[in-house]
């Protein structure tokens, strides 16, 4: 069962029940900040895509007028960066976690890895002293995502400590029936760390919830794993097929996607 002591949720003392409750208090004063500007890419980038599809329609070969290659990304082509922010700029999201995804029906093809990823992505951001989110999904008790039991709590070694926000949610996208956007609204400026699991369901919906709040997200891709799925024909699809269909939905257009931890600057 998850233990009933104090645990940070932007920064106001609140404890697990409480966390899992709803009731948890928000401190404004020790929530996370950062800058107090908007990152102006993000908005221009509203203004870029939508023009740019209407300008070439299916059938116009962009490629010819600019020529970039045939499979430049929507981010290429609209201008916006190919490089992640500094870390000591960012916000880390550590998503899903949890120890369902290192046993039994859901163990993901290269779960312990990626953990070693994150595991390093962490040490880094709480030495920059950055500000750290928790992400727990709750799918109820006696669920795979049980957070009062051993199989939903967060795998130890890259657990949450003192003073590090831990937000439950109850979908796939992070942002949707929690307070998460409101808890980074508190210090607006930051960009967007991602790490976690699963990359094709939470990882990738909660890049893309960002994406639409006016967020600048990157993904580090090894920090992130899946498992294999059926395809809708029911032919198999293996986890590295769908981890790399994952990772380039998301760099066509809602994120930065980096290979590595270390691919982060500093």
Do not use: W
């Not at 599809?53 to 981010?75: D, F, H, I, V």
């Not at 709750?138 to 926000?165: C, F, H, M, T």
């Not at 960002?210 to 997200?217: D, E, K």
């Amino acid at each position: 069962m998850v233990q009933d002591k104090p645990a940070a949720i932007g920064g106001a003392s609140s404890t697990a029940s409480e966390i899992l409750a709803g009731t948890a208090q928000l401190d404004p004063a020790t929530a996370i900040t950062g800058s107090n500007t908007r990152s102006a890419e993000t908005e221009r980038s509203r203004d870029l895509v939508v023009p740019l599809m209407r300008a070439y329609p299916p059938g116009t070969c962009y490629a010819e007028e600019t020529g970039m290659s045939e499979n430049a990304t929507l981010r290429q082509l609209s201008g916006m960066a190919a490089q992640p922010a500094a870390l000591a700029d960012s916000t880390l999201i550590m998503i899903d976690c949890q120890n369902t995804y290192t046993q039994g029906v859901l163990k993901l093809v290269g779960v312990e890895p990626a953990l070693d990823q994150a595991a390093e992505l962490l040490e880094r951001a709480r030495t920059a002293r950055i500000p750290i989110v928790h992400i727990m999904h709750d799918d109820g008790e006696g669920s795979l995502y049980d957070v009062r039991d051993k199989i939903g709590q967060i795998v130890e070694r890259v657990a949450p400590r003192e003073g590090e926000l831990v937000i439950v949610k109850a979908f796939p996208n992070a942002f949707t029936g929690t307070d998460l956007d409101q808890r980074l609204k508190l210090g607006p400026g930051r960009d967007l760390i991602l790490a976690g699991f699963m990359t094709h369901m939470c990882v990738s919906s909660t890049a893309r919830g960002a994406f639409s709040l006016g967020y600048r997200p990157a993904v580090v891709a090894g920090a992130t794993a899946t498992r294999a799925l059926p395809d809708p024909l029911g032919r198999p699809l293996s986890a590295a097929a769908l981890q790399s269909a994952s990772l380039a939905g998301i760099s066509d257009l809602f994120g930065v996607v980096v290979p590595t931890a270390g691919d982060i600057p500093g």
